[in-house]
């Protein structure tokens, strides 16, 4: 892969809540386009990775890094925090959802990235939802409470509304967690799709998913990086022992 | 039936007479307040000037008074006790200072309100000169309303969940748009209720409004904020215990009045909070 494709790159990343150290000296590249899975079992700092990606982790009290990462080239320090999260989009482990209609949900961000115009939100709304594979279903209902959907359709608009602030990296925390199988093929397949235009960074609990999914593949254990590599080869001649370990099912 | 059926049946019921005993003196009180005043309450008496020593005529200026100074202490409270409420929960990192100001909060709430009085009267009328006047009574009941009003607005801003502040934060938004949009909206019901409660203890307090704005008679309407006004609990205090010979009806009835202003003043926040939620679904 040649320089220009990486998109995020982290150089001995360090992370640390209070005295506890959760990430040890991570360095990984993530390409342009395409899913990174990110496995291992919990406690591993799968989610502190992913949180550090958008600087969520700095709501918490006594975190602190160490390391860098670099955003399309520049130090992801010196881009302020709401250009960074409107570049790097996440989606929760639990369908999360404002207690307002769909359509506002979806309309947040861009009106808070300053867009005013209705039809220019309107499009953006209706773009969003087609993009997440939730418009079919919703257009009839915008104006009703999203809280009323089920766990996958929430789970979709949530994309869809990170979609509407037209991000370059999607990331997700586990967002399958809570839904059952035909909304989380639902949601590989739209993954998948998206591939064609974002980058997208996957922690998930299910390795399966991870080897459906992800066209690379990261084991994290303990707060270090084992193994990346492609995710065919992780998954049928992982380089390291542990890797083989864990996706077999010895422990995790 | 079987014995723990039995057993859940009688602790129940105890708790549900317990619970009719917090009910019972409310209901007395409102009960006896009416049956000793209802006679005196007249159009007259709520449009009227007190006559011949407060024992004829009515209590238009205490009401007037009273009422006047709710909207003073509403002006000074609520920007201010909202704001730092606002700050102290969103905003504020957790330190020192912080702790500090969260502590005098929390000790500004057990100052006895006679105390708010002396203040007032030493900070606001003679210090600042304001004279014993409707802005230095209501910056002292003001101040003595703070506290409710921060901790209520504290605790209705807590309660709303983490995940909203999550998701607007994660979607680009600054702090001062999260908490405009996903915070304070759906703050406001608890807010509202904090503050009503706050107010509606200013409005039946005597003590920090007896240095500093109370007249003991004063027939006419205020003309201006450096005005002294008759307010009706210290009115209330006035007739029923300086003036000789005075009926009790005329005391049971200014009561009721105040009663019905604090009362109509929960209704509105009722409302308020009822049309809030409609708006506002979680």
């Keep these: ?252 | 039936m079987n014995a723990a059926g039995i057993r859940q049946k009688i602790a129940f019921t105890i708790l549900g007479l317990i619970t009719l005993l917090v009910v019972a003196p409310i209901v007395l009180i409102i009960y006896y307040v009416i049956s000793r005043g209802w006679s005196a309450m007249s159009w007259e008496f709520l449009t009227a000037a007190p006559r011949n020593g407060m024992k004829e005529g009515g209590i238009f200026p205490a009401i007037v008074g009273t009422v006047l100074l709710i909207v003073g202490t509403m002006l000074f409270s609520l920007p201010v006790g909202i704001l730092s409420a606002v700050y102290l929960v969103e905003y504020a990192k957790d330190n020192l200072f912080t702790r500090l100001i969260k502590l005098s909060v929390v000790n500004l709430s057990g100052i006895p309100s006679i105390v708010y009085g002396l203040f007032g009267f030493t900070l606001f009328v003679v210090f600042l000169g304001f004279g014993t006047s409707i802005l230095a009574g209501s910056l002292t009941l003001a101040i003595m309303s703070l506290p409710v009003i921060i901790t209520a607005t504290k605790e209705a801003l807590e309660a709303v969940p983490m995940t909203y502040r999550e998701i607007s934060l994660s979607l680009g938004a600054t702090r001062w748009q999260t908490v405009r949009y996903c915070v304070l909206p759906y703050a406001i019901p608890g807010i509202l209720t904090g503050t009503v409660l706050s107010l509606s203890r200013a409005a039946g307090e005597t003590a920090p409004i007896l240095f500093t704005v109370a007249a003991f008679y004063l027939p006419r309407l205020p003309r201006s904020v450096f005005d002294q006004v008759m307010a009706l609990p210290y009115h209330l205090y006035v007739i029923s215990t300086q003036v000789p010979n005075m009926p009790a009806k005329l005391s049971f009835a200014t009561g009721l009045v105040l009663i019905g202003l604090v009362c109509l003043m929960n209704l509105v926040s009722i409302v308020l909070r009822a049309h809030y939620r409609k708006k506002k679904q979680w």
């Design chain 1, 1 to 252: 892969m040649v320089e220009q494709n990486v998109i995020i790159k982290t150089v001995n990343l360090n992370c640390f809540y209070g005295d506890q150290q959760v990430l040890r000296d991570i360095n990984l590249d993530v390409y342009r386009n395409e899913i990174l899975g990110i496995i291992g079992p919990a406690n591993s700092g799968k989610t502190t990775f992913l949180r550090a990606m958008n600087r969520l982790n700095s709501r918490y009290l006594h975190y602190r890094q160490t390391g860098e990462i670099i955003f399309e080239n520049q130090n992801q320090q010196d881009i302020a925090d709401t250009l960074l999260r409107q570049k790097i989009g996440i989606i929760f482990a639990m369908p999360q959802v404002l207690p307002v209609t769909i359509y506002e949900n979806v309309a947040y961000g861009p009106m808070v990235h300053g867009v005013r115009d209705k039809h220019r939100i309107e499009q953006l709304v209706e773009e969003s939802l087609k993009k997440a594979f939730v418009w079919e279903e919703l257009k009839d209902r915008l104006r009703s409470p999203a809280v009323k959907l089920s766990g996958g359709q929430q789970q979709r608009l949530c994309i869809a509304r990170t979609l509407a602030i037209e991000p370059d990296v999607i990331l997700y925390d586990e967002p399958c967690s809570g839904l059952d199988p035909i909304s989380t093929a639902k949601m590989e397949d739209t993954m998948a799709l998206l591939a064609q235009s974002y980058t997208q960074i996957l922690v998930t609990n299910n390795t399966k998913q991870a080897s459906r999914v992800s066209h690379r593949c990261a084991f994290f254990l303990m707060g270090e990086m084992v193994e990346v590599n492609q995710t065919q080869k992780l998954f049928t001649y992982p380089d390291d022992q542990r890797t083989d370990d864990y996706i077999t099912g010895k422990f995790g």
